[in-house]
């Protein structure tokens, strides 16, 4: 539905963004994700019609947005926006803001108002409201209905829920995947949160320096980073020097397979912390056995910082807490699955 070709951007002599290429089908949720300043706001402008590209293409629904010769300007593109902040009206009313850009009597708009609130599952008390006067996850669903109220195709979202608190960021990320899913309505999510850009994608598309590093559906990007930077990026990492031979790796915590090896030869492998399971050591077989040598305790989770017995290596893991974990102590290390290798 949405096709960016070979897109690139300067501002003045900063090269923005740099041949970006993303297909983006109806209905679908991507994320781009990356760390600040890596270009994503520009690309979202550039998408909507804000910028204009230095070079490349943009073709939604098989008409060009943009080519060399050609323009659309953005209140043609059927693309809706909900910018990163400042996104509301401060002088206009709740039902005014989203009523902003409707056609119509005023019977008909109000009417259109109440269903577009509906929608976005707000309170038709708040319709009389200034923005200061409703919580940062209503502005959010204000802002959210006012784009949906042009009926876009597409709807870009730039880290729309990065003021909210933890629980509220999580439910109004649903809530919106939800209804933009249920209204056919294409997004793209911006963001710096790899979870929120995990959870919410069917696509995700990683973003380092103007150009993408990595796109595919979220649990392949995870489990298989072309990289270091963007394993990192997306969660917590075990890295680990590895001798491969045969696509086997042979490592500090034993031989771990490595299905898709290109090269025999030394590298750096990858594990994930869910493929480690630590347990206090006892008769049983394991890949390793490690001594905690120190528990950095957050509630649920506690970090462990491990030194594998028999190397110099140590490797810090989230687990799950336990109350017989303890400094000093030693531990079998189970590992489940494969490896990748991250260079
Ligand atoms: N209008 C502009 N003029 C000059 N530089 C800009 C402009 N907009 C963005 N930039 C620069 O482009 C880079 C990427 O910015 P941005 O797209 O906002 O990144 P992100 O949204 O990933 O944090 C930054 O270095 C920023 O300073
Ligand atoms: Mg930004």
Same mark, same amino acid.
């Given at each position: 539905?949405?096709?960016?070709?070979?897109?690139?951007?300067?501002?003045?002599?900063?090269?923005?963004?740099?041949?970006?290429?993303?297909?983006?089908?109806?209905?679908?949720?991507?994320?781009?994700?990356?760390?600040?300043?890596?270009?994503?706001?520009?690309?979202?402008?550039?998408?909507?019609?804000?910028?204009?590209?230095?070079?490349?293409?943009?073709?939604?629904?098989?008409?060009?947005?943009?080519?060399?010769?050609?323009?659309?300007?953005?209140?043609?593109?059927?693309? !809706?926006?909900?910018? +990163?902040? @400042?996104?509301?009206?401060?002088?206009? /009313?709740?039902?005014? #803001?989203?009523?902003?850009? *409707?056609?119509?009597?005023?019977?008909?708009?109000?009417?259109?108002?109440?269903?577009?609130?509906?929608?976005?599952?707000?309170?038709?008390?708040?319709?009389?409201?200034?923005?200061?006067?409703?919580?940062?996850?209503?502005?959010?669903?204000?802002?959210?209905?006012?784009?949906?109220?042009?009926?876009?195709?597409?709807?870009?979202?730039?880290?729309?829920?990065?003021?909210?608190?933890?629980?509220?960021?999580?439910?109004?990320?649903?809530?919106?995947?939800?209804?933009?899913?249920?209204?056919?309505?294409?997004?793209?999510?911006?963001?710096?949160?790899?979870?929120?850009?995990?959870?919410?994608?069917?696509?995700?598309?990683?973003?380092?320096? !103007?150009?993408?590093? +990595?796109? @595919?559906?979220?649990?392949?990007?995870? /489990?298989?980073?072309? #990289?270091?930077?963007?394993? *990192?990026?997306?969660?917590?990492?075990?890295?680990?020097?590895?001798?491969?031979?045969?696509?086997?790796?042979?490592?500090?915590?034993?031989?771990?397979?490595?299905?898709?090896?290109?090269?025999?030869?030394?590298?750096?492998?990858?594990?994930?912390?869910?493929?480690?399971?630590?347990?206090?050591?006892?008769?049983?077989?394991?890949?390793?056995?490690?001594?905690?040598?120190?528990?950095?305790?957050?509630?649920?989770?506690?970090?462990?910082?491990?030194?594998?017995?028999?190397?110099?290596?140590?490797?810090?893991?989230?687990?799950?807490?336990?109350?017989?974990?303890?400094?000093?102590?030693?531990?079998?290390?189970?590992?489940?699955?494969?490896?990748?290798?991250?260079?």
């Amino acid at each position: 539905m949405l096709l960016l070709e070979n897109i690139s951007k300067k501002f003045g002599t900063a090269q923005v963004l740099n041949n970006i290429n993303l297909s983006v089908t109806s209905g679908s949720r991507t994320a781009i994700v990356g760390p600040s300043g890596s270009g994503k706001t520009t690309l979202l402008r550039l998408i909507a019609g804000f910028e204009i590209p230095d070079s490349g293409r943009i073709i939604l629904h098989d008409r060009p947005l943009f080519t060399g010769g050609s323009f659309v300007p953005p209140h043609h593109r059927k693309i !809706g926006f909900v910018p +990163q902040e @400042g996104a509301l009206f401060p002088h206009l /009313s709740v039902a005014k #803001n989203i009523a902003w850009g *409707l056609k119509g009597t005023s019977k008909e708009i109000e009417q259109q108002v109440h269903a577009l609130m509906e929608r976005v599952a707000l309170d038709h008390s708040l319709a009389k409201r200034w923005p200061h006067e409703v919580s940062g996850g209503q502005q959010q669903r204000v802002a959210l209905a006012r784009a949906l109220a042009q009926k876009p195709a597409l709807m870009l979202l730039d880290e729309p829920f990065s003021a909210l608190d933890a629980g509220l960021r999580n439910a109004t990320r649903k809530a919106t995947a939800e209804l933009l899913t249920e209204a056919g309505v294409a997004a793209i999510l911006v963001t710096h949160d790899q979870n929120e850009a995990l959870s919410f994608a069917t696509q995700i598309a990683v973003i380092s320096q !103007g150009s993408f590093a +990595q796109t @595919g559906r979220p649990i392949e990007v995870y /489990s298989n980073p072309i #990289n270091q930077e963007t394993a *990192l990026f997306l969660g917590d990492a075990i890295l680990l020097p590895g001798q491969i031979r045969d696509a086997k790796a042979y490592t500090a915590l034993g031989d771990i397979d490595v299905p898709d090896a290109p090269a025999d030869g030394c590298h750096t492998v990858m594990l994930r912390p869910e493929q480690l399971r630590i347990e206090p050591c006892h008769a049983r077989q394991s890949d390793a056995v490690a001594t905690i040598m120190h528990i950095d305790f957050s509630g649920f989770f506690s970090t462990l910082t491990l030194l594998i017995n028999a190397s110099v290596q140590t490797i810090t893991v989230k687990v799950v807490t336990r109350a017989d974990f303890k400094p000093g102590i030693l531990v079998n290390v189970l590992i489940s699955g494969s490896a990748v290798i991250v260079n």
